[in-house]
């Protein structure tokens, strides 16, 4: 599927349910192999490149990469975010939201490890 929802439920500090709300999103898989001028990959890729420790970088063969060295980050020759958000920021919040999800730090390393997989998969030329 291209499309995406996320549905957030509101409860009482007493754990009562008093509301909900769905959003629907568009997952674009097209996005992975080129982008718009001006436009850049899923910023989870950038995030990561920005707010990485060195050590962690280098667990997963990155840390002399940046993201003008992927094809996938690379093609519209767009890196930072129009908005000014800074992905060191957004990759503090990305870790956030996951340990608040229960993730624990293995599965967070094997979401981390999928996610670089990929960018360095997007270097690869089969003929």
Do not use: P, W
């Not at 509301?19 to 629907?24: L, Q, R, V, Y």
């Not at 608040?100 to 967070?108: L, P, T, W, Y």
């Amino acid at each position: 599927s291209r499309f995406g929802k996320f549905i957030e439920l509101k409860f009482t500090s007493s754990g009562t349910l008093v509301g909900a709300s769905i959003e629907t999103y568009l997952l674009e898989k097209v996005r992975l192999i080129s982008q718009a001028e001006g436009e850049r990959n899923y910023h989870v890729f950038y995030e990561m490149m920005a707010g990485m420790t060195e050590e962690d970088l280098d667990s997963f063969f990155m840390s002399e990469y940046s993201a003008e060295d992927f094809k996938i980050t690379s093609c519209s020759g767009t890196y930072d975010r129009r908005d000014g958000v800074k992905d060191t920021d957004t990759y503090e919040d990305l870790v956030d939201a996951l340990e608040v999800m229960g993730f624990s730090a293995e599965q967070q390393n094997e979401v981390f490890s999928i996610a670089s997989a990929v960018l360095h998969l997007s270097n690869l030329t089969i003929n």
